[in-house]
């Protein structure tokens, strides 16, 4: 079992920059490929970022690439998502996955992950 918990969200003006934290116990953190998703209003929850269980590995949604950064300190069982020149097309609730027992090095579908934080809102104002 992962227990997963995110903060961080705020309310921000576009141009900023924001991280949000998620801390994880439970199962061994180091051996979850780790991810970011997030939920606007009326849409499907969507791909943001995933991060390889020793960070070497990472990718990103088109959308936030260039602008957002994941990493994680397995030390100290966090994932981060670093967000920069945020918009308003950002506002969404963000949540953090856990892909346990997987030899892939990352995961990008919704259907990867089985352990889920409850998410954390960030809006961006104009």
């Known amino acids: 079992q992962v227990q997963l918990v995110e903060s961080g969200g705020a309310l921000v003006q576009a141009g900023d920059s924001l991280t949000l934290s998620c801390a994880a116990s439970g199962r061994t953190f180091n051996r979850n490929v780790m991810g970011w998703f997030r939920q606007a209003p009326g849409k499907e929850r969507a791909f943001v970022a995933t991060?390889?269980?020793?960070?070497?590995?990472?990718d990103y949604s088109l959308v936030v690439k260039g602008r957002f950064t994941i990493s994680r300190d397995n030390a100290k069982n966090t994932l981060y998502l670093q967000m920069n020149s945020l918009d308003i097309d950002d506002t969404a609730v963000y949540y953090c996955?856990?892909?346990?027992?997987?030899?892939?090095?990352?995961?990008?579908?919704?259907?990867?992950?089985?352990?889920w934080g409850q998410g954390t809102q960030v809006t961006v104002s104009s």
């Open positions: 991060i390889s269980k020793d960070g070497s590995t990472t």
């Open positions: 996955a856990a892909r346990t027992a997987s030899a892939d090095a990352v995961a990008y579908y919704r259907g990867n992950y089985n352990f």
